[in-house]
Each structure stands twice: as C-alpha cells, then as structure tokens.
C-alpha cells in the first residue's frame, strides 16, 4: 500500500534562518507532487507540484523553493524565513489526472517562525 | 479565475442532519471533492462528484450541479466525532495534473 512520509511535525525557526521539510511517499511509482500551505483559520494554499524528477511549477511567487531529487522524494526549502512563512505545511500525492484520484496527504509540519 | 465559497462555520446537534454548501467559479472542471479535516490534522478524502447527481456513501451525501456551479455535503446522524472542517476542492481541467484548488473550509461544531 502507499504511504506518506513528512517531516518535522514541528518546527520553530527564527527570522533569517533556512528551511528545508521533507516529503517521502512509498508504493507508488512517478507521482504527482504538491506542496499546500495553511495559514491559520484560512484554506489551502497550493504553493508548488511536481510531475516528475527535476519538474517543478510554482503557483505563487513567494520565499520559498521546491525540488524534487528523486521520484519519490519532495523538498520545500527557504534560504531566509520570514514571520509571513509561518503555517502549516502539506505535502500530497496523486496518480492520474481523471477519475477518482484525489490527494493523499502526509501529516504535516507546523512551522513557527520567531 | 478560481473561486470557490462555503459558510465559515456551521453548528449542529448530535444525531442532526447538516448540509455544507459549496459553490465554485473556475477555469475549468473536472471533478469536486470533499475532505474532512480535524484540527491540527491532514485532510481525508470524503468524497468525489464529476457528474451531476447525488453520491451516498454511509453517513455522508455528496451532491453537484455543474450547471449551477454548486455542491453540498449532506451529513446524517451526526456525531460528536464529526466536529471538524470540511473542505471543498475543485480539479481543474483534464492536463492539469490533477491540481485541486481549495475553498476556505467550513468549521462544523456538534453539540449534544
């Protein structure tokens, strides 16, 4: 069956500092991959996704960056943290553009910039 | 453009019937969704309509009008469990590799 992996589950960083949060997903070959935002009371907010290894696409210019090394594996990261950056951070999974192929989500990480 | 609205919070008493509406405007379609999300978790995928009509599943209904751009979750005997946000997401056209555009979330709280 597949799995989702994400982590930290939380994280407290200050202003200035990096962010990397790692998204790892098991039994299954060439997913989609998204990373979502949730800010506090507010929706989801995709911030990037991915088809394929090195393919990523932005939805919102903002402080961070997405990579995606290997097939399975998706990585947000920041070079400098703003207190903006702060929220709840998803990553998701899916195959297939039709049909019932929803997202599976991992558990997420609250980041808290300081 | 993407919009998609439902109530912010809803309340509901225990073995009630609560109905979450959702209404969307976007650049394409192709199927709408329905997560529950409790408070501090990921979301869970409830339920999915791409045709016009109601969907059963136990507890839970879900019902669309693409024509009207319009969907409701229709929730039965309602328990204290289901205390939660329930999100309404829409998936852009057939190409678009299956991104799902998220309302706001409706918080439901059930009493006793």
């Known amino acids: 069956s597949q799995t989702i992996h994400q982590w930290p589950a939380t994280l407290v960083q200050p202003v200035g500092s990096p962010l990397s949060l790692e998204c790892t997903v098991e039994?299954?070959?060439?997913?989609?991959l998204y990373w979502y935002r949730q800010a506090a009371g507010r929706g989801l907010q995709l911030l990037f996704y991915?088809?394929?290894?090195?393919?990523i696409s932005s939805e919102v210019p903002q402080n961070l960056s997405a990579s995606r090394p290997q097939d399975r594996q998706f990585i947000l990261s920041s070079k400098k943290l703003l207190l903006s950056d702060s929220g709840f951070y998803l990553c998701?999974?899916?195959?297939?553009?039709?049909?019932?192929?929803?997202?599976?989500f991992g558990s997420g990480t609250r980041l808290t910039v300081v | 453009g993407q919009n998609i609205d439902q109530p912010t919070e809803m309340t509901a008493t225990e073995g009630a019937i609560v109905q979450i509406n959702c209404t969307y405007q976007?650049?394409?379609?192709?199927?709408l969704f329905w997560y529950q999300q409790h408070a501090g978790e990921a979301p869970t995928f409830l339920s999915y309509?791409?045709?016009?009509g109601l969907e059963e599943k136990g507890r839970f209904s879900s019902f669309l009008s693409r024509s009207k751009g319009y969907s409701y979750l229709l929730l039965k005997e309602l328990q204290m469990k289901d205390s939660a946000s329930y999100l309404c997401?829409?998936?852009?056209?057939?190409?678009?590799?299956?991104?799902?555009?998220f309302g706001a979330g409706t918080r439901l709280a059930v009493h006793p």
């Open positions: 997401a829409v998936r852009g056209p057939a190409g678009g590799y299956n991104k799902l555009i």
């Open positions: 309509n791409v045709l016009d």
């Open positions: 991915s088809v394929g290894i090195g393919q």
């Open positions: 039994g299954t070959s060439n997913p989609n």
């Open positions: 998701a999974w899916s195959v297939g553009s039709t049909g019932n192929y929803g997202y599976t």
């Open positions: 976007t650049s394409g379609f192709n199927g």
